[in-house]
């Protein structure tokens, strides 16, 4: 198969890669990424090294770009990472959100149809709005209705209209995953986890929104790249997949245990003003990918995040080329201007 990846320079994206390159040897894997400032070549140094990986600058919103490379590359099937995925991002700016995530998702689509392309996107459990934190009982169902909270969830659900619509009036060959929230390597420190990493190594405070208590369901992303992987062979066209491994922890729970992993003390955390809209808890009921696809979770969060840390303890370098603006110079530094 040849696949393209887009948004691969970016966290999941890029373990994607790596994911697939891995399990599957034979297979040619394009990334295409715009490198806005959460796209990150550094992530992709290693896939640089396989010959059967290559890369292609470009926005997933420009139509004659993407009609010049399907019609060149002759993709099997697409999947689709690339998005603004900052929900703080979204509420200070939201056009952006728009194009990308809606128009852009439009355009890869649009694509796919004239060059016969199996379609994969890779959606968020955000789209459903939250639940009470008082109902534990209560999970989010692939019949959940859509109530997004945030522009960045308002997008995300609006993509995926659009991918259900195009499998039913087009035919085009499409499925949707929908994933908690992930942590792991390679993730951009505007997020909760590593945030608190590289604050907490350098003794800085770490800001928690509220008093705290929001529940999120953390995953670990090798985890959503093996569900990806198997929605991709194994899904079937028009249906949605949520993905979650039953890891629910209350924000002061996930920085209390990681302040606790790095022997740093509590004393550095700092209530701040509560996010706007913030959605109180997101858990994922995963019974269908697990019964249809045969689809399970590797990791637990408490191992899980022990082997995250310690990838960024090692991966200092990378943390600070990050926080110096260096990482933006490495595409520039890889091709010149041959780009
Ligand atoms: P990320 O912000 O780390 O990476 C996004 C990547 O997309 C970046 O490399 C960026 O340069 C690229 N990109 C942005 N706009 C583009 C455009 N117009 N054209 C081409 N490339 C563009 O995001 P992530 O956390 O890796 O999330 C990837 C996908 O997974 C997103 O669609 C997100 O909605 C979804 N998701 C994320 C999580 C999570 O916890 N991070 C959970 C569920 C679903
Ligand atoms: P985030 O990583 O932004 O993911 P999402 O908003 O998509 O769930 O945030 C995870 C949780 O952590 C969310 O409830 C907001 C909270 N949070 C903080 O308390 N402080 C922070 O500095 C950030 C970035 C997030």
């Known amino acids: 198969m040849k696949i393209l990846v887009t948004g691969g320079a970016g966290f999941i994206g890029s373990n994607f890669i790596y994911y697939m390159l891995k399990k599957h040897p034979a297979y040619k894997i394009v990334c295409l990424d715009k490198l806005t400032y959460a796209g990150n070549l550094e992530n992709l140094k290693e896939a640089f090294e396989n010959p059967n990986f290559s890369f292609e600058k470009g926005d997933i919103a420009d139509a004659e770009k993407m009609d010049g490379l399907f019609g060149r590359e002759r993709f099997d099937a697409v999947v689709n990472f690339a998005a603004?995925?900052?929900?703080?991002?979204?509420?200070?700016?939201?056009?952006v959100f728009l194009k990308t995530n809606i128009l852009g998702t439009g355009v890869l689509m649009d694509a796919c149809r004239k060059y016969s392309c199996r379609f994969h996107q890779v959606s968020t459990d955000e789209v459903y709005g939250d639940l009470p934190l008082d109902?534990?009982?209560?999970?989010?169902?692939?019949?959940?209705?859509?109530?997004?909270?945030?522009?960045?969830?308002?997008?995300?659900?609006?993509?995926?209209?659009?991918?259900?619509?195009?499998?039913?009036?087009?035919?085009?060959?499409?499925?949707?995953?929908?994933?908690?929230?992930?942590?792991?390597?390679?993730q951009f420190p505007e997020k909760f986890?590593?945030?608190?990493?590289?604050?907490?190594?350098?003794?800085?405070?770490?800001p928690v929104y509220g008093k705290g208590e929001n529940v999120r369901d953390w995953?670990?992303?090798?985890?959503?790249?093996?569900?990806?992987?198997?929605?991709?062979?194994?899904?079937?066209?028009?249906?949605?997949?949520?993905?979650?491994?039953?890891?629910?922890?209350?924000?002061?729970?996930?920085?209390?245990?990681?302040l606790r992993e790095m022997g740093k003390p509590e004393e550095l955390i700092s209530f701040v003003s509560d996010r706007p809209g913030h959605?109180?808890?997101?858990?994922?009921?995963?019974?269908?990918?697990?019964?249809?696809?045969?689809?399970?979770?590797?990791?637990?969060?408490d191992?899980?995040?022990?082997?995250?840390?310690?990838?960024y303890l090692n991966n200092m370098d990378w943390l600070k080329n990050i926080t110096d603006g260096e990482y933006k110079n490495y595409y520039e530094k890889m091709y010149g201007g041959r780009g």
Do not use: M
Not at 84 to 95: A, F, L, N, T
Not at 219 to 245: F, P, Q
């Open 84 to 95: 603004e995925s900052h929900v703080d991002r979204s509420i200070s700016d939201p056009q």
């Open 135 to 186: 109902r534990k009982d209560l999970f989010f169902t692939e019949n959940t209705p859509l109530k997004a909270s945030s522009p960045y969830s308002a997008s995300k659900a609006s993509a995926d209209l659009l991918v259900l619509a195009y499998h039913r009036t087009f035919g085009l060959e499409a499925t949707i995953s929908r994933c908690s929230n992930n942590y792991g390597p390679f």
């Open 219 to 258: 995953l670990h992303v090798d985890d959503h790249c093996s569900a990806v992987d198997l929605i991709l062979h194994k899904g079937k066209a028009g249906e949605v997949y949520n993905v979650g491994g039953h890891n629910e922890r209350t924000n002061l729970e996930v920085v209390r245990t990681v």
């Open 279 to 301: 959605d109180l808890r997101y858990a994922i009921n995963p019974s269908k990918i697990q019964n249809e696809l045969g689809w399970n979770a590797v990791y637990d969060f």
């Open 193 to 206: 986890i590593p945030l608190i990493i590289s604050r907490a190594y350098e003794g800085k405070s770490v």
């Open 303 to 311: 191992s899980g995040i022990k082997t995250t840390i310690e990838w």
